[in-house]
């Protein structure tokens, strides 16, 4: 099992790097130089000697393949250097910004998922009958509305017209909680309508399964063939679904952190490209490397948790 | 036996489309879709002098109320520009860069996925690598920076979405080149002679065609969700009216208390997506029938 | 003469389809006594396991329905039971024997687990009772090691192992009647014979009556009491198996019985029936089995054959035997 983990944490190295790569061609290779440089530089210190100056600092006088490999290089060992518009440590940056991101993230996101599984279940428990319809109906809708929409619409009447929420803001420690209700609430809003639509599909499928037929001729009531048979035989592919999400619940989550003002990483990423930001691009690209591999792989050791058919090889 | 003449003699996509037409909310929707294409297509011409009353500053004539003016039957906005004239060319946009990012990804996805799937060993390693690359970056990061360094036009986002979109496509489409390698008309063709490119495109692409089809439309759905974000970013087409465009715009009119923006622009989104979602799933249902709730494996076998 | 154990009156079961209304069960009726063995056989899709599934309202609905009919248990009628008063005759009063004993159990469950939960319904044992029971079950349905197997998980079992899990929670709480659809259909012919002598004892055992579902008449010879044909959701014939065997009435029994291969006579030819089943959406006006019937006249096309007496305990729906086929 160990040696199991510590194989799969070695497909860290060719995914980085790749994922080094096609921002290395993006900016690099396709951006070209110039571009790069004059969009790193701020407004009055664009001047030939800054030019230089940069050009040097970051190596970008040296062949591509060199600097490519210093990209790699520094993303292998944690070596960012100094965000250009922050004037920061890189990595203290990232230290800062992940948690909060993690603090919005992570309550929304396992509250909309055991809030679709219930409204799925009840779903497919009244399947074909009128609450199962309305559950369909308003899923269609909450994938048919704009996240932004949504977001505006939130902030505009729950927050600035009803006073309910702060309008927007952040402050550290348990206090957060405060500026973190109305966004999470949001992120129920905006994902709720897919997730209830698949895990209705999932457990639809399974239910017309013959062990399903077999637990109900054994006299099993009903709510507990959906919660003690069904639903586990689903969590295979809901985990699956679930888990792999999880590492872009990071960028999903840049549209609310702009808006309400939250310092978590989509902002700082979104800053980032918008900058030229090179350092911390990286160092978010390696992030959001590192997070999906560590939960492809919990995806595996779970399944083999939950499916004692599955073994890990 | 009597011979039950409706059924006997339809080809399976017969079937479906017979399954399709008695699917009234399908149906409608579809008639809906087919209405914003139409009108994606009039938003792109001139007529009725459309493009000027979408892009002609009027500032005399600022935040007209929607339903008070003949002249400006939702309003106009913060520069006095026609709102509905705005949502009708947004229309345009929108649609046409979801089909074009889905015209594009489809050969990405079905090519990728016919090598790796059909050809198997290193051109199914090195795809294989790719798709997992792909995957492990957030898509929307590889957009935002591509859109930054090569500008903001049509085709860029366009392809942009395509670049980041083909993988689950070809997945699927190498799942089943993979299964139909074994199949008999596959081995069949193999033994009459016939080449691997005429076995794919005459053979395994057609029995894969209704999965494209309903996953183009859903991804469809997809861009222009997605086109919301990039606007809001500020990354989205440049100087045009796009439904993004015009709700990023609205943000600002929002705190005075102007509406006509955010209403025009996500009521014709909604409209399109709805009926667009809800036409997925009939076509998917009619295509498959398999899939659709109906309980017929039950009792059987 | 005692009240029958089961009885099915008249039972009509359909189910909605895109194609039309599928009538799958068209007016069945039998009766099973106490300790009886009953034999249903026919081709495949004239509606046996719909016929097993109505009786203890296993059946989707929708698509499926009761469109008439009675189902009498212990003088009780089922049709009319609630959700909730079914539940408890299920698995304790009547118990099923699927035939996939592949997809029967739940993959992501183990052994005992799952006949753990039919006595955690149905009984009052305690958890280490339970357990105890179950080596116990699984013992008597002839699964060596006993203790050590209620902890594997179903894909570690072969089919025949699966299927006397299978048996095992079904006689775990001493069902009155058993129901078993085609019990050895999916398994190797070897297996069969096991698993069906092993359903048999089992049944003598406790002592319950027994649906069996095949479609091989040679299991019915070997196992039941009496005999019930079927046909596009009728039943053609009924009698007590050595009456049927003796003297088949119905063509289609008699085509059935030749299709049967004879054990040491390799001569004689093995005789399939000609034609296909009817599509159950849109039957014949007469009897259904009148195009494959080589005795078939115009009045078998014209009018439903009634089931009429042929001798005492022996049924059969043909003209042939209620005024001629002319
Ligand atoms: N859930 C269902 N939905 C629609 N039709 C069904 C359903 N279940 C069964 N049927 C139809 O009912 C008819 C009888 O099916 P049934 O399963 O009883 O056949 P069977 O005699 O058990 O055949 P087999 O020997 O193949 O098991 C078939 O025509 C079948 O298509
Ligand atoms: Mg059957």
Redesign the interface.
Known sequence: MLSYIIRRMLHVVPIVLGAALVFFIIFNVIGGQEKYIYNMLPQKSRTPEQFELIRERYGLDKPLIVQYLEMVKSMLTFDFGRSETRKLPVNLLIKRHVPVSAALTFPAFTLEIFTALGLAALAVSRRGQRLDKLLTLLSVVGMSISMLVLIMLGQQFLAYRLGLFPISGWERGIGAVRYLLLPWLLWVLVTIGYDVRFFRTVLLEEIHKDYVRTAKAKGVRSRDIMFRHVMRNALIPILTYVVIQIPFLLTGTLLLERFFGIPGIGDLMVNAISSYDFPVLKAAVLVFTLFFIAFTLLTDILYALVDPRVRLR | ??A?NK?VGASPFQLSMR?LRRDKLGMASFVIVLLFTLTAVIGNFNVFGLHDAANSYNLENRYVKALSSWSHPLGTDNFGRDVLARAVMSTRISLFLGAAAGLFMLPIAILAGALSGYYGRWADSIIL??M???????G???I???V???GRTFFIIALAFAITGWVGLARVVRGSFIQSREYEYVLAARCLGAGSFRIIFRHILPNLSHFIIVRFVLNF?AII?SE??L????LSVLGVPS??NM??E??QE??AGHWQN?IAA?LF??TF??AL??FGDSLRDALD?K?K????????? | MKQPLLEVKNLQTSFRTEEGLVRAVDGVSFSLRQGEVLGLAGESGCGKSVTAYSISRLLPMPPGQFDGGEILYKGRDILGLKEEEMRRIRGREIAVVFQEPMSALNPVASVSAQIEEALAIHTSLGKAERKERVVHLLARVGIPDPAQRALCYPHELSGGMRQRVMIAMAVSCDPSLLIADEPTTALDVTIQAQILKLIQDMKNETGSAMLLITHDLAVIAETADRAAIMYAGKLVETAAVKNLFAEPAHPYTRGLLNSIPVLGSPGRKLKSIPGRVPNLIDLPGGCAFANRCELAGSRCRNEMPRMVNKDEGHQVRCHLHDGGVK
């Open positions: 036996m009597v039950d059924t399954r690598y790719v997992s690359v792909i995957v492990a970056i957030p929307l990061l590889i935002m920076s591509l930054q360094v090569l759905a969700k919301v974000l606007a809001f970013l500020g439904w993004g709700i990023d609205s943000k929002l705190t955010l996500s989104m909604f997506l709805a979602n809800i029938p899939l709730n109906s309980s017929r494996k039950a009792g059987h076998k």
